[in-house]
């Protein structure tokens, strides 16, 4: 297994300990960033109220944001830097699980080609809030700005000269103010709206104990370090030391040793570079699911399921008698084999001497072929405790767990399991099944665990109806670090297996003695 | 895990969280200049001379144009590069070729570089040639400079004030 994933699950893991799986911050570091920005929609508000938009009146409105209105100024703006931070790491953290844990190509590189750019322009947000506290650093902010603007080919004249001098623009500064209001904010409303575009169910609302914490957190460090300006800016002064945020501003310093073109090269190279990430190399997917019409109810489920986006539904085309019918978009589907758990065609109690063909269906791994490995396995299978493993590809590797009496079955993901699966495997002699994939709140397909619970709680279509007897199924899900636990798990599933059966056949044998 | 337990190590993480953010937002201090440091920057906009001469138009030559075209002065747009040289105490600071902007190479120059400087008493001494047909300089400028700490010398270029002017 790669490494870096094996090393990142572990952390996840350690994470799991302290705030469970449903707060775990590395399960939901795109929506922390969301949470953040929500802080530093806030809190910007609230200093642009008090905020002095002329070049004249920056600094002194900052200086009395901080310390004129007692605790609150200070907090807010405070709370407005290190949200802004905090939605950095968060960002980077976001693009790094995704890149550890195989998330970011095949499908998905629409999504991570999106987020490259988000991040850019969170970053250019930032340097245009520095610039307009107008301190020293602000004007250093301007200065290697707009240096690295005079670099371009298309920029005529020179926008350094701005601010050198008593020629720097009040217009240029109330420009600054615009973008960093209006202009920027907008325009990354718009590329988050592009960035989860070919998701469905989009969570951009943190959970709600993470929320707490965080803010909690934020606030603490707010009173703690507030934050506070340089000195004002002064146009015939270079300051030789700044206390620089390096979350947004580490490109500057750069420029000590390179010039602004070869700066442009390295920051366009390395965006160049995470761009075509997902191609390097090209990730093998599946073939796309595919829709067999004439066992196509119309019914929507698998559309309601696909967590991409990948299912539309349209008018019947075949005649048929229903409204409906589902299309598969090949470009969108990441072959999860969700919508084949959704289908209640793919029901294995159909069709029981012949080919099963369910509605819509995975051609690499057909409904059928997973009913007959089962019925293979099922008679394969020695001893009074045979057991079905149904197990997700994605999240560990299930070899070890073969034995005279356990059978696995590796699915694309859990979420591709029909519940009547469950149900037919103990009507046809499985004495249990055992249910496993990728960690509670970390599906590698984003549902796949979700619908499996919400199938079996009765509150999902297809659900694992009542007459399939519970005591002899258990859900356990581990991750590639979690296989100890995993065999426990498994051992103890047994044992409690063979003392149904144990009991089973003491009940039986009573009434015969008796 | 105990719930206490648990709290704690949620704190412990925001805790570590929280201390990146801070630390990171204003640590390592960047050193922009050394001790005793100042800056020099060179900072103008200039229209060079232009490339070539204007040239009289022949009787000859202005009949064969258009009569709302009959300029008796034919002038090339190009204009001429800049070179400037700047000494501190007799030491090249920088040399440099400017070309004019413009598709046409018809539009002025925009010179801005900044030098970090010793602090203290200097000799500066500045020339620039903006005219191609002029062999040598065309601006000159010398003076003694002292140059404090973290001070911006700025060097600005008008041609109304005579040429180079130092801030």
């Known amino acids: 297994m790669n490494p870096i994933k094996y090393a990142y699950l572990a952390v996840e893991s350690w994470f799991n300990v302290a705030f469970g799986s449903e707060w775990n911050p590395l399960y939901n570091m795109g929506r922390l960033a969301f949470f953040f920005f929500w802080i530093v929609l806030i809190s910007g508000l609230y200093l642009f109220i008090f905020f002095d938009t002329s070049l004249s009146g920056a600094y002194a409105s900052v200086e009395a944001i901080t310390y004129e209105q007692k605790y609150f100024g200070g907090v807010m703006r405070s709370l407005h830097r290190y949200a802004s931070d905090a939605a950095v790491i968060t960002i980077i953290l976001h693009m790094f699980r995704e890149y550890a844990l195989g998330r970011y190509n095949g499908v998905r590189w629409f999504s991570w080609i999106s987020g490259v750019p988000t991040l850019w322009l969170v970053i250019t947000l930032g340097i245009t809030g520095y610039w307009l506290v107008w301190d020293e650093l602000g004007l250093y902010v301007a200065m290697l700005s707009s240096q690295l603007m005079d670099a371009l080919p298309f920029i005529p004249g020179s926008m350094s000269r701005n601010f050198v001098g008593s020629q720097v623009s009040d217009r240029f500064f109330s420009l600054m103010a615009f973008l960093h209001f209006m202009g920027q904010p907008l325009f990354l409303v718009f590329a988050l709206w592009i960035h989860v575009k070919r998701l469905s169910f989009v969570k951009a609302y943190a959970p709600k104990g993470l929320a707490i914490g965080s803010f909690i957190a934020l606030l603490a460090l707010s009173l703690a370090a507030p934050a506070v300006s340089h000195k004002a800016a002064d146009a015939s002064q270079v300051a030789a030391v700044l206390n620089i945020d390096w979350f947004y501003l580490n490109v500057y310093p750069l420029m000590d040793y390179f010039t602004a073109g070869q700066t442009w090269i390295m920051t366009l190279g390395v965006t160049f570079f995470l761009m075509i990430m997902p191609w390097l190399p090209p990730k093998k997917t599946g073939p796309a699911a595919e829709v067999h019409l004439d066992h196509c109810n119309g019914c929507e489920q698998c559309a309601e399921d696909c967590p991409f986006d990948a299912i539309s539904v349209q008018a019947r085309t075949d005649g048929a008698k229903f409204e409906h019918e589902v299309k598969v978009n090949p470009d969108l589907c990441a072959s999860c084999g969700i919508c084949v758990g959704s289908c209640p065609s793919s029901n294995p109690f159909r069709q029981k001497n012949e080919i099963l063909v369910t509605g819509i269906d995975m051609p690499n791994k057909p409904i059928n072929d997973i009913r007959d490995e089962v019925d293979n396995a099922i008679a394969k299978l020695m001893g009074n405790d045979k057991i079905i493993i149904m197990g997700c590809e994605n999240s560990l590797d299930f070899n070890s767990l073969e034995a005279q009496n356990l059978h696995v079955v590796s699915l694309f993901c859990i979420g591709m399991m029909p519940s009547t699966l469950v149900e037919y495997a103990l009507a046809h002699g499985a004495d249990g099944v055992f249910i496993t994939g990728c960690r509670t709140g970390d599906c590698f397909f984003r549902y796949g665990n979700e619908w499996v619970d919400e199938r079996f709680d009765g509150n999902r279509q297809p659900i694992l109806r009542k007459r399939a007897d519970r005591s002899r199924i258990k859900v356990f899900r581990a991750a590639a670090t979690d296989s100890k636990q995993l065999h426990k798990e498994l051992d103890e599933f047994q044992n409690h297996i063979k003392s149904l059966n144990e009991k089973g056949a003491a009940d039986e044998q009573e009434p015969a003695n008796a | ?167």
């Open chain 2, 1 to 167: 895990m105990h719930k206490l337990l648990k709290y704690g190590l949620q704190i412990f993480y925001y805790t570590l969280f929280m201390l990146v953010v801070w630390y990171f937002s204003i640590n390592p201090p960047y050193h922009q200049l050394e001790e005793n440091q100042g800056v020099i920057t060179l900072s103008f906009t200039h229209a060079t001379k232009l490339r070539e001469p204007c040239r009289k138009l022949s009787q000859d030559e202005l009949m064969k144009l258009a009569p709302n075209m009959r300029l008796t002065m034919d002038c090339k747009r190009e204009r001429s590069p800049l070179i400037l040289e700047l000494y501190l105490d007799d030491k090249l600071l920088t040399k440099t070729v400017l070309q004019p902007s413009g598709i046409h190479k018809d539009q002025g120059v925009s010179m801005f570089k900044s030098i970090k400087v010793k602090s203290g008493e200097h000799k500066l001494r500045i020339w620039m040639n903006d005219d191609i047909k002029v062999e040598g300089v065309t601006y000159k400028h010398e003076q003694s400079v002292n140059i404090k700490p973290e001070q911006l010398l700025l060097i600005d270029f008008d041609v109304a004030s005579g040429g180079f002017v130092i801030k």
